[in-house]
T-cell receptor
Framework: DAGVTQSPTHLIKTRGQQVTLRCSPK?????VSWYQQALGQGPQFIFQ???????QRGNFPDRFSGHQFPNYSSELNVNALLLGDSALYLC??????????????FGPGTRLTVT | GIQVEQSPPDLILQEGANSTLRCNFS?????LQWFHQNPWGQLINLFY???GTKQNGRLSATTVATERYSLLYISSSQTTDSGVYFC??????????????FGQGTILTVHP
């Protein structure tokens, strides 16, 4: 049973550039969420995708956008990178949208460094 | 939105000791999960426990939803238990719908 996978593992970008991170959910899962974890902090919710639509969004600017594909995989795009975007980006998956619908599982993360 | 507080922020133990980590939350929840984050950043699921008590080996957890807290117990700690422990909840209110809100974590260090 494949777990949540993310790519790439590490990424170094320059201020102002754009980046795309990728996530494949756990087998059987159809809902994908993205989280940003700054050093020493707990993960912060960015947004959630279900049926290829953004269903909920956290307190992040429009520079952060996403997409979900028919096979449930997802991308996170960040435009006009700032130094403060340096963080570990985590993808999580679960089944359905109903809040009580069970556990979320996380991928290994992509560590983004903006210089 | 819902607030999650974890205590203590740091915990240092000798191998073999027992410990209790606490998670308080400010509102009703639909989900509650405990995670262990390893040094490489991977969040490992420990418990999915919106209410009640569960045990898995040396670890157990209890959530008292009516009093808005959860406890994670680690018995006979080992050096491999070191890392950051997070509590995360999905609030029952409209603004928390579907997303996990994390606490700041407890950093556990177990010395041999």
């Amino acid at each position: 049973d494949a777990g949540v996978t993310q790519s790439p593992t590490h990424l170094i970008k320059t201020r102002g550039q754009q980046v795309t991170l990728r996530c494949s959910p756990k087998s059987g899962h159809d809902t994908v969420s993205w989280y940003q974890q700054a050093l020493g902090q707990g993960p912060q919710f960015i947004f959630q995708y279900y049926e290829e639509e953004e269903r909920q969004r956290g307190n992040f600017p429009d520079r952060f956008s996403g997409h979900q594909f028919p096979n449930y995989s997802s991308e996170l795009n960040v435009n006009a990178l700032l130094l403060g975007d340096s963080a570990l980006y985590l993808c999580a998956s679960r089944i359905g949208l109903t809040p009580s619908m069970g556990e979320q599982y996380f991928g290994p993360g992509t560590r983004l460094t903006v210089t | 939105g819902i607030q999650v507080e974890q205590s203590p922020p740091d915990l240092i133990l000798q191998e073999g000791a027992n410990s209790t980590l606490r998670c308080n939350f400010s509102d009703s929840v639909n989900n509650l999960q405990w995670f262990h984050q390893n040094p490489w950043g991977q969040l490992i699921n420990l418990f999915y426990i919106p209410s009640g008590t569960k045990q898995n080996g040396r670890l157990s957890a209890t959530t008292v939803a009516t009093e808005r807290y959860s406890l994670l117990y680690i018995s006979s700690s080992q050096t491999t238990d070191s890392g950051v422990y997070f509590c995360a909840v999905v609030g029952a209110g409209g603004t928390s719908y579907g997303k996990l809100t994390f606490g700041q974590g407890t950093i556990l260090t177990v010395h041999p």
